[in-house]
């Protein structure tokens, strides 16, 4: 019989969390979860964020805090500038009367089926530009994540061992 100590299962989650990773696996850890933070599967991101770190075998906890790095009121400007940035990529012209559209979309009540069927109509013309732009600006984000989190977690192991040293 297995008998649970406090040493165990601190042992146990320091291995399910990989938190004594290298500083570079940490740092793509968060990076790998701030492109799924930031791509075109938004929904899915925490989904896919704790799959891809538990098959790559990276700390879970980064990768987290990585993919909830896209707060809530970043979220509309972050995908609408994207998109916009997809639609120049993809040299796609927004549709006549998209803002109109978008804004009618207001007079409507979100918990009717009418209203999700007109979103749907609105926002299918961008389509391709959104999933370009935002798993463009996901692989930027990423990028600048991975250098930031690993100057920060080195900085960080760098302080944590002159304390312990000092004692």
């Known amino acids: 019989m ?5 040493a165990l299962v601190r042992r146990w989650l320091d291995q399910l969390l990989h938190i004594d990773d290298t500083p570079e696996r940490t740092a793509a850890a968060f ?23 538990f098959l790559l075998n990276l700390n879970r906890v980064a990768a987290l805090l ?12 972050y ?8 639609a120049q ?17 207001f007079d409507l009540s979100m918990f009717e089926g009418e209203f999700w069927h007109r979103l749907v109509v609105v ?3 961008l389509a391709v530009p959104y999933v370009v732009g935002s798993t463009f600006g996901a692989l930027l984000l ?13 900085s960080r192991r760098k302080i944590h061992d002159i304390i312990i040293h000092k004692h």
């Open 142 to 154: 990423a990028a600048a994540a991975y250098q930031l989190a690993l100057a920060f977690v080195k």
């Open 123 to 125: 926002l299918k013309p």
């Open 2 to 6: 297995i008998h649970l100590t406090k």
């Open 66 to 77: 990585g993919v909830y790095s896209n707060l809530p009121w970043i979220i509309a400007p």
């Open 31 to 53: 990076a790998l979860g701030v492109f799924f933070g930031f791509s075109p599967f938004l929904g899915f991101h925490t989904l896919l964020g704790i799959t891809f770190a």
């Open 89 to 105: 990529i993809t040299r796609q012209r927004i549709p006549r009367g998209f803002r109109a559209q978008l804004a009618a979309l």
């Open 79 to 86: 995908y609408a500038v994207a998109t916009m940035v997809g």
